[in-house]
């Protein structure tokens, strides 16, 4: 079945690095936009990061610009966020997700919304 | 970005009607038909409800309902039921080529 799977999440100090992987499967990763959204202990969702389906384009949340890479290897179906300079207020539950699609035939029609949520990734940056 | 406001909770007893406000900008709510919505039950992932504003995913049932108007989105739930208690979140493209969500609204089924 179609299923996200995220990990690397942990407890790190303040300015460490850490980076978190997601592995899909049960469909065409390949073909696929992907996201990662946050969610601060208590608080709302937050968007971080898109990447297209072939990772030629990616965009940013403000407050993770310059700190935070998203990628992709469609070589093993995985998605990445390489997270540096982290932060207290980064500590969240990190979700990854995919951007829904349609297939037509031999054309696929991207949506600006997830489809398919992981389970999440709990990352706590503290000293 | 400024998160999209939402209220921050909404009830209704079974079998009523509610409908959660999401309110942004021109450069988002108002300026694309790209609005959706996503229903998260505690200790849970998100899941998509509604999607451009109006469409619902399959396996989604039809007594959820979304519409626009100038810079507010609306999610309708009608015929409310108690499984329908979850915390409701709308999400916007925006001009930035970024997305935001909003605040986020409790729904308690009375």
């Known amino acids: 079945q179609v299923q996200l799977v995220e990990s690397g999440g942990g407890v790190v100090q303040p300015g460490r690095s850490l980076r978190l992987s997601c592995a899909a499967s049960?469909?065409?990763?390949?073909?696929?936009?992907m996201y990662w959204v946050r969610q601060a202990p208590g608080k709302g969702l937050e968007w971080v990061a898109v990447?297209?389906?072939?990772?030629?384009?990616?965009y940013y949340a403000d407050s993770v610009k310059g700190r935070f890479t998203i990628s992709r290897d469609n070589s093993k179906n995985m998605l990445y966020l390489q997270m540096n300079s982290l932060r207290a207020e980064d500590t969240a539950v990190y979700y990854c997700?995919?951007?829904?699609?349609?297939?037509?035939?031999?054309?696929?029609?991207?949506?600006?919304?997830?489809?398919?949520w992981g389970r999440g990734t709990t990352v706590t940056v503290s000293s | 970005q400024s998160a999209l406001t939402q209220p921050a909770s909404v009830s209704g007893s079974p079998g009523q009607s509610i409908t959660i406000s999401c309110t942004g900008t021109?450069?988002?709510?108002?300026?694309?038909?790209?609005v959706s919505w996503y229903q998260q039950c505690p200790g849970k992932a998100p899941k998509l409800m509604i999607f451009?504003?109006?469409n619902r995913p399959s396996g989604v049932s039809n007594r959820f309902s979304g519409s626009k108007s100038g810079n507010t989105a609306s999610l309708t739930i009608s015929g409310l039921q108690a499984e329908d208690e979850a915390d409701y979140y709308c999400?916007?493209?925006?001009?930035?080529?970024?997305?935001?969500f909003g605040t986020g609204t409790k729904v308690t089924v009375l």
């Open positions: 997700a995919r951007r829904l699609q349609k297939q037509q035939l031999t054309e696929y029609y991207y949506y600006y919304a997830m489809d398919v």
């Open positions: 049960g469909f065409t990763f390949s073909s696929c936009g």
């Open positions: 990447i297209w389906y072939d990772g030629s384009n990616k």
């Open positions: 021109s450069s988002d709510v108002g300026g694309y038909n790209y």
């Open positions: 451009d504003v109006s």
């Open positions: 999400s916007s493209y925006t001009s930035r080529r970024t997305y935001v």
